[in-house]
């Protein structure tokens, strides 16, 4: 079907080829495109007037969900009337759902491509959960407290999704494996919620631990390392130096993370 591009300098008209693979919640994906450059102005991958690909992702409606998805570089530099096939990098957006993924160009500093009236080609987008199976392995744990959670752990040897890293005298939640599996599964690839300190005379790290208090939900750019955290075994994690002798994670900057202090823990009293 031949496409209606406008005159001028930045218009685009997409091949036939749009291969999308099956999407994760959160996860990363690389789609697969051609594409034509239908105006007179050239194409740049670098420098203050580079063009970009990108995408958004819109409900059934067109409204956007994610307006401004991740941006890729080009291929390398395209004159016009000149084609080419190129990657996209699409990251899917958090929850599960359908969706329409659209796929468009950015002019650096200027608009994008569908501002002026090209086309974006569409695909629908069923997004599915990042995890399937739920299979939260944990280490570091105190032999016993992991006893009467809702939703049960495994071993290291199962080959989990996820794997939390508690410390010895730290006890989850009864609902604590319940809700950090339900956010992976939202797409969040780390995951760290509140530590209550033990009570009694001497609270071990009270002071320390102060940041990371219960009582609140989950907190936006929260700005403290993740303690004890869990993460999926396909990301990488990045630890800094520990607190109140607890694992400590640095959130990490190209994957989805999540603080919600009802993903609760609570240190055991520790007398000296």
Same mark, same amino acid.
Do not use: K
């Given at each position: 079907?031949?496409?209606?591009?406008?005159?001028?300098?930045?218009?685009?008209?997409?091949?036939?080829?749009?291969?999308?693979?099956?999407?994760?919640?959160?996860?990363?994906?690389?789609?697969?495109?051609?594409?034509?450059?239908?105006?007179? +102005?050239?194409?740049?991958?670098?420098?203050?007037?580079? $063009?970009?690909?990108?995408?958004?992702?819109?409900?059934?409606?067109?409204?956007?969900?994610?307006?401004?998805?991740?941006?890729?570089?080009?291929?390398?530099?395209?004159?016009?009337?000149?084609? +080419?096939?190129?990657?996209?990098?699409?990251?899917?957006?958090?929850?599960?759902?359908?969706?329409?993924?659209? *796929?468009?160009?950015?002019?650096?500093?200027?608009?994008? *491509?569908?501002?002026?009236?090209?086309?974006?080609?569409? $695909?629908?987008?069923?997004?599915?959960?990042?995890?399937?199976?739920?299979?939260?392995?944990?280490?570091?744990?105190?032999?016993?407290?992991? +006893?009467?959670?809702?939703?049960?752990? *495994?071993?290291?040897?199962?080959?989990?999704?996820?794997?939390?890293?508690?410390?010895?005298? $730290?006890?989850? +939640?009864?609902?604590?494996?319940?809700?950090?599996?339900?956010?992976?599964?939202?797409?969040?690839?780390?995951?760290?919620?509140?530590?209550?300190?033990?009570?009694? $005379?001497?609270?071990?790290?009270?002071?320390?631990?102060?940041?990371?208090?219960?009582?609140?939900?989950?907190?936006?750019? *929260?700005?403290?390392?993740?303690?004890?955290p869990s993460v999926l075994v396909e990301a990488e994690a990045v630890w800094t130096e520990p607190v109140a002798g607890l694992p400590a994670l640095l959130p990490p900057d190209d994957e989805p993370w999540l603080y919600d202090g009802r993903i609760a823990l609570r240190m055991r009293s520790r007398r000296s």
């Amino acid at each position: 079907m031949a496409q209606t591009v406008p005159a001028g300098p930045l218009a685009v008209r997409w091949g036939e080829r749009l291969d999308v693979p099956p999407l994760r919640a959160g996860a990363l994906s690389v789609a697969r495109l051609e594409l034509e450059n239908a105006g007179s +102005a050239t194409w740049v991958p670098d420098g203050p007037r580079r $063009v970009c690909l990108g995408y958004h992702f819109l409900d059934e409606l067109g409204n956007p969900i994610v307006w401004d998805g991740l941006w890729t570089r080009l291929p390398g530099t395209i004159e016009p009337g000149q084609r +080419a096939e190129a990657e996209v990098n699409v990251r899917a957006p958090l929850g599960r759902g359908r969706y329409r993924l659209a *796929f468009d160009l950015v002019a650096d500093n200027r608009l994008w *491509f569908s501002e002026v009236g090209n086309p974006q080609p569409e $695909v629908v987008a069923d997004v599915q959960p990042r995890i399937s199976r739920r299979a939260l392995a944990v280490r570091g744990a105190d032999e016993g407290s992991l +006893a009467g959670l809702e939703e049960p752990v *495994f071993s290291d040897e199962s080959g989990p999704d996820a794997i939390a890293y508690l410390a010895p005298g $730290v006890v989850p +939640a009864p609902d604590w494996s319940r809700r950090v599996l339900d956010a992976h599964a939202e797409g969040y690839a780390a995951v760290g919620g509140s530590i209550e300190a033990g009570g009694g $005379v001497l609270r071990r790290g009270a002071g320390e631990l102060e940041p990371w208090a219960p009582g609140t939900g989950r907190i936006p750019g *929260f700005g403290h390392p993740l303690l004890c955290p869990s993460v999926l075994v396909e990301a990488e994690a990045v630890w800094t130096e520990p607190v109140a002798g607890l694992p400590a994670l640095l959130p990490p900057d190209d994957e989805p993370w999540l603080y919600d202090g009802r993903i609760a823990l609570r240190m055991r009293s520790r007398r000296s």
